[in-house]
């Protein structure tokens, strides 16, 4: 076997010390890798990064070699959580040797914040992150979950209920709150309420909508592809589904929840099919998605319509309050 080629450690530094400028050539890697395997245009997140680098408002960390940031990662905290939101390295023979430096730095840093027992992630650039060793190992929990995608010029047609189901309205601001009481009523035991606590309550809930609607972390909010079920008798929210654009020509479903008494009935499927066929009038290509893989019904939901797994990965997530 060849040996490997000589490379120097990285060094390790604050991201508040790190300009954009060094970390511009990162960026646009990490870019090009999020299109070429997701689709997806990364490029307003990285914009993103570097505002908020040149103002030194990120907290976080990067890998410096030859000048050169190799690595980077940054956090958040908020309600005695502590956020992840992002951790990419070039490919190179230490690459996890490299993430590993900057999980640990981040989680060090977390953890002596004060107030936070709980860290949550989901890197989607992560090697190996199913199989791998982890920091603070004893807190620790990963829940396997897919990447999805669907070819929308080959999914299923729209399928006929065979039942009366609730009327389906367009997305508006005014149902809000209602969608927020729905999501944490749809996710009450569910596997995805132990990856994100905001699931658990209507408070937290909020705080989710608020992100994938203002926020490009999930794409741009569409609300034209974005709908909501109404409950004949209460006429409040009982279904919906929430749509982004993620590149000019690729979609994503960021939400899909159906409260516990209209389940069975296929209104989850005639609300996914809507926002799928409101991506293809705009002129999208294809959409994703992504499940966790313990949810084998909305996973045989996706499968069915023409969803194909494109890659797997895993949400972190480490609970110090537990022990």
């Not at 959580?81 to 989680?107: W, Y």
């Not at 107030?115 to 829940?143: C, I, K, N």
């Not at 569409?222 to 409950?231: E, G, K, L, R, T």
Request: charged letters at 20%.
């Amino acid at each position: 076997m060849a040996a490997l080629p000589d490379i120097a450690p990285g060094t390790l530094v604050d991201l508040r010390s790190v300009s954009a400028a060094s970390l511009s050539k990162l960026l646009e890697e990490e870019a090009v890798v999020w299109r070429k395997e997701f689709s997806w245009d990364f490029r307003p997140s990285a914009d993103l990064v570097r505002k908020f680098v040149d103002m030194r408002a990120l907290t976080g960390c990067a890998v410096m070699r030859g000048g050169q940031a190799v690595g980077y990662s940054y956090y958040v905290c908020e309600d005695g959580k502590g956020l992840i939101g992002d951790l990419f390295v070039s490919p190179s023979p230490t690459q996890t040797q490299d993430e590993n430096l900057l999980l640990n730095a981040i989680l060090d840093a977390l953890w002596h914040t004060p107030g936070v027992d709980r860290v949550e992630t989901q890197l989607m650039m992560l090697r190996q992150p199913l199989a791998r060793p982890v920091p603070y190992a004893r807190w620790f929990s990963s829940h396997p979950r897919r990447f999805y995608e669907v070819d929308l010029s080959r999914m299923a047609p729209p399928r006929d209920p065979g039942r009366v189901v609730p009327p389906i309205i367009p997305w508006t601001e005014s149902r809000q709150e209602e969608a927020a009481e729905l999501i944490a009523q749809s996710y009450a035991g569910h596997i995805d309420s132990q990856i994100n606590d905001q699931y658990r309550s209507v408070a937290g809930a909020r705080r989710f909508l608020l992100n994938i609607i203002q926020y490009p972390g999930c794409g741009s909010f569409f609300a034209p592809a974005s709908f909501v079920a109404i409950d004949r008798y209460t006429q409040k929210a009982c279904g919906l589904c929430l749509s982004s654009l993620v590149s000019e020509r690729t979609g994503h479903i960021t939400q899909l929840g159906v409260a516990p008494e209209h389940r069975g009935k296929g209104l989850g499927r005639q609300l996914l099919q809507k926002s799928l066929q409101a991506l293809v009038a705009h002129g999208a290509l294809r959409a994703s998605l992504t499940v966790t893989s313990k949810n084998q019904e909305a996973i045989a939901l996706y499968e069915d319509i023409g969803f194909r797994n494109q890659r797997d990965f895993a949400a972190y997530v480490w609970q110090a309050s537990r022990l």
